[in-house]
């Protein structure tokens, strides 16, 4: 019978997109099938360095394309941009995995479903950037999100907290918006797919909220301020807002972390 755990990091180390989407389907076809074993004595299979294409080249958040919805060549570095997250995240989802064994089969029941669907969001971003004569790779990227997700890939908590309810939460935010600009400018298509990844992350991270939760009551501390102890230690500065209350509320976020947020010019100096 096949390991979850060694198939994950097979599929961590795959460097091509459309070969590792893949992969990923067919090990969450495994796990349905119920052919898989979930080794409880199992040793953490680290892999800070993903397998990934010679291109997007990855650089710091300063150089990136410029992007808009001026030109299509904007467009299309926007789309790349949300394009490489999606791809990113498919290698979060697989890594916790691998990463974290001795978890509740829900926990990985969680992060397959994940990975599937960021899977599908990086397919139906690639198309738009197609259908305006780019591709993957075409503008530069960088590499934020799975750098923290390196940072913090010792402590499960953690990882949850600021990779999941942080970095990744920032979409629940700023999606709506970039929906009503394809909307203004007519592409009908990226509205789609936009609306198909706005209402997928709300679910992704309650995934990441659940799971930092019941990390704190294994170690028997407060969430609410736990959260802000912990992006006090990862973050420069707090998260920006506005804040999407609605779907963070529907994404595991307490009335506590929205108040805190929503005052985090105060909070943040204060935690």
């Not at 197609?130 to 503008?139: A, I, K, N, R, S």
């Not at 700023?174 to 007519?186: G, L, N, R």
Request: net charge negative; glycine share 4%; aromatic share 10%.
């Amino acid at each position: 019978m096949n390991n979850l755990f060694q198939l994950s990091a097979d599929c961590l180390r795959i460097s091509d997109p459309q070969e590792k989407i893949v992969f990923g389907q067919e090990i969450a076809s495994q796990w349905q099938n119920k052919v898989l074993e979930l080794d409880s004595e199992a040793s953490p299979i680290v892999i800070n360095n993903p397998g990934a294409i010679d291109k997007p080249e990855i650089v710091p958040l300063k150089k990136l394309s410029k992007r808009g919805f001026r030109s299509d060549k904007q467009i299309a570095a926007l789309l790349h941009a949300l394009a490489h997250i999606e791809m990113t995240a498919v290698n979060l989802s697989w890594d916790s995995i691998c990463r974290y064994p001795g978890m509740p089969q829900e926990y990985y029941q969680d992060w397959i479903n994940t990975a599937i669907d960021e899977g599908k969001h990086f397919l139906l971003l690639q198309k738009q950037m197609q259908d305006l004569g780019y591709d993957y790779g075409d503008f530069v990227a960088h590499g934020e999100l799975w750098e923290m997700a390196v940072k913090t890939g010792e402590n499960l908590m953690h990882r949850m907290a600021i990779v999941h309810r942080v970095l990744e939460a920032r979409a629940l935010d700023v999606v709506p918006a970039s929906i009503k600009q394809f909307e203004e400018i007519k592409l009908k298509n990226s509205v789609k797919a936009l609306t198909i990844i706005a209402n997928d992350e709300v679910r992704h991270v309650a995934a990441g909220s659940k799971w930092y939760r019941y990390c704190c009551q294994i170690e028997q501390c407060d969430p609410d301020k736990k959260f802000f102890q912990l992006i006090k230690q990862y973050m420069k500065s707090p998260p920006r807002g506005p804040f999407n209350a609605e779907a963070r509320t529907q994404a595991g976020f307490s009335s506590y972390e929205l108040e805190q947020l929503n005052h985090n010019d105060i909070n943040f100096r204060s935690n």
